[in-house]
């Protein structure tokens, strides 16, 4: 269920004896290693690791290195409480995660019995917005983006008839994101999608679900779903409807959709929560590190759990403890990646969205507004 890495930091002076000996700081990750979603986790997780290493290696805690421990939650609510149990037995400051909204949802409660603070790369659903509790992220809603997803496409393909797909696996992202989507439709006075649902975990018929989506003649379908599943519908849409636009939400957008639907995935339309082009220095090294240690590419899972890391991170260097983590978070600027992030009262934060498109493999700048 968890893994322990203890991260070594070099020493700035000899030890001083046994009782000199600096202790590690725990830190948690908690999120989905293993089953159909394992690529969000994985990637968060290994963007948490890197971010431990050269912080312990470049400016280490005074009190000693820090260690990541890890927690495997399975997409399951049962198996994150236990997880979630385990880990704070542990004593960690914090727990980066959950990388899911249900699990966000199923555990936010737990955390604050436990008194141990989440603080989550992912956790967009709109369910946990305005709530004073034990989860914090760096991202902004569901409603935010949703919306903003279904605007961008009014504008550019001004589509009348729409489909669209949520898993009910991930219930509490998809539907608030798709509700927003359609809200923005009702909004703009124009015919509202198609709906339509199915649970990932549930082994699906992909060419069934394609086959529904099409059956209204759509022009433009939309994709709320994982990685793999997003992978596997593209390709039966494109087969069916060659030239049809396809569009997907944040979770689609990974490498692991790219590598599965291959060249069908060119000219979808992804949600994104960062901008792969930019060139800022920060962002230009951290894509070389990040590549060079894992030997693939970071998507926006990497990126929003590296935020959320440093956020922790600095915390400490602050004089953070577990008790008073949330404290020192909220109502302060955060430097990431590529915004600057301000964590309200209640832990909610705004980050821009962009629109991007796969083309040959990779993930390209749009064009579009958000």
């Given at each position: 269920?968890?893994?322990?890495?203890?991260?070594?930091?070099?020493?700035?002076?000899?030890?001083?004896?046994?009782?000199?000996?600096?202790?590690?700081?725990?830190?948690?990750?908690l999120?989905g290693?293993?089953?159909?979603?394992?690529?969000?986790?994985?990637?968060?997780?290994?963007?948490?690791?890197?971010?431990?290493?050269?912080?312990n290696?470049?400016?280490?805690?005074?009190?000693?290195?820090?260690?990541?421990?890890?927690?495997?939650?399975g997409?399951?609510?049962?198996?994150?409480?236990?997880?979630?149990?385990?880990?704070?037995?542990?004593?960690?400051?914090?727990?980066?995660?959950?990388?899911?909204?249900s699990?966000?949802?199923?555990?936010a409660?737990?955390?604050?019995?436990?008194?141990?603070?989440?603080?989550?790369?992912?956790?967009?659903?709109?369910?946990?917005t305005?709530?004073?509790?034990?989860l914090?992220?760096?991202?902004?809603?569901?409603?935010?983006?949703?919306?903003?997803?279904?605007?961008?496409?009014?504008?550019?393909?001004?589509?009348?008839?729409?489909?669209?797909?949520?898993?009910?696996?991930?219930?509490?992202?998809?539907?608030?994101?798709?509700?927003?989507?359609?809200?923005?439709?009702?909004?703009?006075?124009?015919?509202?999608?198609?709906?339509?649902?199915f649970?990932?975990?549930?082994?699906?018929?992909?060419?069934?679900?394609?086959?529904?989506?099409?059956?209204?003649?759509?022009?433009?379908?939309?994709?709320?779903?994982?990685?793999?599943?997003g992978?596997?519908?593209?390709q039966?849409?494109?087969?069916?409807?060659?030239?049809?636009?396809?569009?997907?939400?944040?979770?689609?957008?990974?490498?692991?959709t790219?590598?599965?639907?291959g060249?069908?995935?060119?000219g979808?339309?992804?949600?994104?929560?960062?901008?792969?082009?930019?060139?800022?220095?920060?962002?230009?090294?951290?894509m070389?590190?990040?590549?060079?240690?894992?030997r693939?590419?970071?998507?926006?899972?990497?990126?929003?759990?590296?935020?959320?890391?440093?956020?922790?991170?600095?915390?400490?260097?602050?004089?953070?403890?577990?008790?008073s983590?949330?404290?020192?978070?909220?109502?302060?600027?955060?430097?990431?990646?590529?915004?600057t992030?301000?964590?309200?009262?209640?832990?909610?934060?705004?980050?821009?969205?962009?629109?991007?498109?796969?083309?040959?493999?990779?993930f390209?700048?749009?064009?579009?507004?958000?």
């Amino acid at each position: 269920m968890k893994r322990r890495f203890l991260i070594q930091a070099s020493l700035a002076a000899p030890l001083l004896g046994a009782c000199s000996a600096r202790q590690p700081v725990k830190l948690a990750y908690l999120g989905g290693l293993s089953g159909k979603f394992a690529d969000l986790g994985s990637e968060q997780r290994n963007a948490v690791l890197l971010t431990l290493e050269q912080f312990n290696e470049r400016t280490p805690l005074a009190s000693g290195p820090i260690e990541l421990i890890e927690g495997d939650d399975g997409q399951d609510p049962a198996r994150g409480a236990e997880a979630l149990r385990a880990l704070a037995a542990q004593d960690p400051v914090a727990v980066i995660g959950p990388a899911t909204s249900s699990i966000g949802v199923a555990l936010a409660h737990l955390a604050a019995e436990l008194g141990l603070l989440l603080v989550s790369p992912t956790c967009t659903t709109s369910r946990l917005t305005g709530r004073d509790d034990a989860l914090v992220r760096v991202c902004s809603d569901t409603a935010v983006y949703g919306a903003a997803v279904a605007k961008a496409h009014l504008e550019q393909l001004k589509p009348q008839r729409v489909s669209v797909l949520a898993d009910a696996a991930n219930a509490d992202y998809t539907r608030t994101w798709v509700d927003a989507f359609v809200g923005a439709f009702d909004a703009a006075g124009a015919a509202r999608p198609r709906r339509v649902e199915f649970t990932s975990t549930a082994a699906p018929d992909h060419q069934a679900l394609a086959n529904e989506l099409l059956a209204d003649a759509p022009e433009l379908v939309v994709l709320c779903c994982s990685a793999v599943d997003g992978a596997l519908l593209i390709q039966r849409l494109r087969a069916a409807r060659p030239g049809l636009p396809i569009a997907a939400s944040a979770w689609s957008s990974t490498g692991r959709t790219l590598e599965l639907a291959g060249r069908a995935a060119d000219g979808v339309v992804f949600e994104q929560y960062y901008d792969p082009a930019n060139r800022t220095p920060a962002f230009v090294r951290f894509m070389q590190d990040f590549e060079q240690r894992f030997r693939q590419p970071p998507a926006f899972a990497a990126v929003l759990a590296t935020d959320a890391t440093r956020l922790v991170l600095a915390a400490l260097q602050r004089g953070a403890t577990r008790q008073s983590m949330k404290a020192e978070l909220v109502g302060r600027r955060h430097e990431g990646l590529q915004s600057t992030l301000t964590l309200d009262a209640n832990g909610d934060t705004h980050r821009p969205g962009v629109l991007l498109v796969a083309r040959n493999g990779r993930f390209e700048p749009s064009g579009w507004k958000t």
